[in-house]
Antibody, heavy 121, light 110 residues
Framework: EVQLLESGGGLVQPGGSLTLSCAVS????????MSWVRQAPGKGLEWVSV????????FYADAVKGRFTISRDNFKNTLYLQMNSLRAEDTALYYC??????????????WGQGTLVTVSS | QSVLTQPPSVSAAPGEKVTISCSGS????????VSWYQQLPGTAPKVLIY???KRPSGIPDRFSGSKSGTSATLGITGLQTGDEADYYC???????????FGGGTKLTVL
């Protein structure tokens, strides 16, 4: 059974940092690109970043470019999102999502349950 | 303001049919496949349609997708109260080099 489990969310002050993790199981992790998608309270889905199965070719949404870094450890079957210089508008539920393909975006076939990040003083 | 434009809400009676539109441009829908996601209240999204018109296993054929030019459409027939959810379209945008979502459409089954 495919499982994605996010962790690392919490309350952080503006300007602070946080690292999210997504531990996966039930499939060959390195065979799939992975993304982070966030959802602000009461709002729609917003894609954040994607990384290929090998860990190369990361892409970022303009809203987070230069502040967030996506990475993965294919030995630990874990996806990460390092978030720096956090702003109030980064407050959201952060989902990790598996892409059907190895590289680039095709479609998200599995999603985690999300981890909540709240940026507030 | 989302790159892909969806109506904020649609409604119909049980048993009826509804369509949800998703409008984009040549750099996104016009050049790439579209996927559709259903998000039931309090849950993570679930894929309904990929490749613009294909259904993953387990998705009933009441759900269908189509694409023409720079627009895509999700159709749902035989509406059930359990279909009440938010629906999102998504695709890759070549100009932005990223995934873009529609703003979401809230379906109400009256």
């Amino acid at each position: 059974e495919v499982q994605l489990l996010e962790s690392g969310g919490g309350l952080v002050q503006p300007g602070g940092s946080l690292t999210l993790s997504c531990a996966v199981s039930g499939f060959t992790f390195s065979s799939h690109a992975m993304s982070w998608v966030r959802q602000a309270p009461g709002k729609g889905l917003e894609w954040v970043s994607v990384i290929s199965g090998s860990g190369g070719s990361p892409f970022y949404a303009d809203a987070v470019k230069g502040r967030f870094t996506i990475s993965r450890d294919n030995f630990k079957n874990t996806l990460y999102l390092q978030m720096n210089s956090l702003r109030a508008e980064d407050t959201a539920l952060y989902y990790c999502a598996r892409d059907y393909n190895w590289g680039g975006f095709y479609f998200f076939d599995y999603w985690g349950q999300g981890t909540l990040v709240t940026v507030s003083s | 303001q989302s790159v892909l434009t969806q109506p904020p809400s649609v409604s119909a009676a049980p048993g009826e049919k509804v369509t949800i539109s998703c409008s984009g441009s040549t750099s996104n829908i016009g050049s790439n496949f579209v996927s559709w996601y259903q998000q039931l209240p309090g849950t993570a999204p679930k894929v309904l349609i990929y490749d613009s018109n294909k259904r993953p296993s387990g998705i009933p054929d009441r759900f269908s997708g189509s694409k023409s030019g720079t627009s895509a459409t999700l159709g749902i027939t035989g509406l059930q109260t359990g279909d009440e959810a938010d629906y999102y379209c998504a695709t890759w945008d070549n100009r932005l080099s990223g995934v873009v979502f529609g703003g979401g459409t809230k379906l109400t089954v009256l």
